[in-house]
């Protein structure tokens, strides 16, 4: 049964830290391109980060020099260390999995993307 579990949220001020995990089973995450997406309050799901079968990693430009996806394959684990948080990165954050890449609805994979996320974890970057 594929599974993926997130964890690490929480409450932190703006400028603050937080690293996020994802725990992953059922399937071989090495084997996947693997995500992070967020939702905002009233907002849709938002690409975040994505990191390759050969680990190379890609980031959207709200986050880019701020977050850094990682994982550890031997462990089946993702994670997402996030620094310099805003306020604007309140959302619930989710693990994903595709075998392709894909940033957005643009592409036609996304809501099967979507679809395989975990129960996510809140984050709330708030003073």
């Known amino acids: 049964q594929v599974q993926l579990v997130e964890s690490g949220g929480g409450l932190v001020q703006p400028g603050g830290s937080l690293r996020l995990s994802c725990a992953a089973s059922?399937?071989?995450?090495?084997?996947?391109?693997m995500y992070w997406v967020r939702q905002a309050p009233g907002k849709g799901h938002e690409w975040v980060s994505v990191?390759?079968?050969?680990?190379?990693?890609y980031y959207a430009d709200s986050v880019k020099g701020r977050f850094t996806i990682s994982r550890d394959n031997a462990k089946s684990m993702l994670y997402l260390q996030m620094n310099s948080l805003k306020s604007e990165d309140t959302a619930v954050y989710y693990c994903?999995?595709?075998?392709?890449?894909?940033?957005?609805?643009?592409?036609?994979?996304?809501?099967?993307?979507?679809?395989?996320r975990g129960q996510g974890t809140q984050v709330t970057v708030s003073s």
């Open positions: 994903a999995k595709s075998p392709y890449y894909c940033t957005g609805s643009g592409c036609s994979e996304w809501q099967r993307l979507i679809g395989t």
């Open positions: 059922g399937f071989t995450i090495s084997s996947y391109w």
């Open positions: 990191i390759s079968s050969s680990d190379t990693t």
